[in-house]
């Protein structure tokens, strides 16, 4: 059973930082790529950021590109999305992710987790 736990999240002024966790279990971690995507209130899901397999290959949504870093630590089982310059917009609760695919980019991605809420907000 695939579970992702998200951490990190909380209450934040508009500049400030954030370094988010995601824990993963239930799968082959090193076999997938994973992402970090957001909901808003009121809104759909919005990808943020995904990152290859070894972790030497990430992309961004331009709203973060610049201000984002998302990061894999595969003996830990763990990603991680440093969240710097933070702005209002960012606000949302944040899922990592998985790709329902191993090996592979597929685009499509499934989450497993409750999230973690960040709040930009003076």
């Known amino acids: 059973q695939v579970q992702l736990v998200e951490s990190g999240g909380g209450l934040v002024q508009p500049g400030g930082s954030l370094r988010l966790s995601c824990a993963a279990s239930g799968f082959t971690f090193t076999n997938y790529w994973m992402y970090w995507v957001r909901q808003a209130p009121g809104k759909g899901l919005e990808w943020v950021s995904h990152?290859?397999?070894?972790?030497?290959?990430?992309y961004y949504a331009d709203s973060v590109k610049g201000r984002f870093t998302i990061s894999r630590d595969n003996a830990k089982n763990t990603v991680y999305l440093q969240m710097n310059s933070l702005k209002s917009e960012d606000t949302g609760v944040y899922y990592c992710?998985?790709?329902?695919?191993?090996?592979?980019?597929?685009?499509?991605?499934?989450?497993g987790g409750q999230g973690t809420q960040v709040t930009v907000s003076s």
């Open positions: 990152i290859n397999r070894r972790g030497d290959n990430t």
């Open positions: 992710a998985k790709d329902v695919k191993p090996w592979t980019y597929s685009t499509s991605y499934e989450t």
